[in-house]
């Protein structure tokens, strides 16, 4: 089975006041959605957008396994840990919250900054806070997450280029830059789907669109 959840669907929400607009995939926050609680492990897939200046203030998480991909622009990070860095559009941050810790996000940049965090559940919940970046990751080396059971593929396709899809008990695809076809399905910037039970799927890539010149696909593998 395939569902297609399109970029105009998501339940908007931020402080526009602030500097900030989020895009909500599932159930999140004040909009409560009990038909969109999850996907397998995957709890949240936010796309944040932050003018310069604006941010998130110091806040707690728990129990999660927080992935962000930056798209655009410079995201400041600090942590409750002592890290503080700075994440790159083409970086990869993981932060494994497990049992407890507080961290803010800022664009300190001078323009703005677009990125894309996903919330999965731990296999386990508890332990010790950890803190990750990949910069630079590439489509041939899938960064696993074996604390929440699965593993992420980032793909870059030039026009007419394909990607073969896991087959896994579930996989979630979203586009970040350009367009794809799936199936009978064609998804555009921000549009998402959610695979359940398929073997031998694609993607080909309908047009130049990233900012290389490539569709840009972000694709979670979930066994069950």
């Given amino acids: 089975m395939i569902s297609v959840q399109r970029s105009d669907d998501r339940f908007t929400g ?20 009990p038909d969109n609680l999850r996907f397998g492990a995957i709890l949240a897939c936010n796309e944040e957008r932050l003018a310069p200046g604006a941010g998130f203030d110091e806040h707690p998480h728990s129990h999660t396994e927080i992935v962000t991909w930056v798209v655009e622009g410079e995201l400041t990070h600090r942590d409750s840990t002592g ?20 961290h803010v996000e800022r664009n300190d940049g001078e323009g703005p900054l677009t990125f894309l965090q996903m919330w999965l559940a731990p296999l386990e919940p508890g332990g010790e806070p950890a803190y990750t970046i990949v910069p630079g990751i590439t489509g041939s080396t899938p960064y696993a997450l074996p604390a929440a059971g699965a593993t992420l593929h980032v793909r870059r396709l030039g026009a007419g280029e394909r990607a073969v899809l896991p087959d896994a008990a579930r996989v979630y695809v979203h586009v970040v830059a350009g367009g794809v076809r799936l199936g009978d399905e064609e998804l555009e910037r921000g549009d998402a789907a959610r695979i359940t039970g398929e073997e031998g799927l694609e993607l080909v890539a309908a047009g130049a669109g990233g900012a290389d010149g490539a569709a840009e696909v972000l694709i979670w593998e979930l066994p069950v």
């Avoid at 890290?83 to 507080?102: E, K």
Wanted: no cysteine.
């Fill in 83 to 102: 890290h503080a860095t700075v994440v790159r559009a083409g970086d990869l941050q993981h932060l494994s919250a497990a049992a407890g810790v507080r």
């Fill in 14 to 33: 931020g402080d526009e006041a602030a500097g900030i607009e989020s895009r909500h995939a599932f159930s999140f926050g004040t909009f409560y959605d």
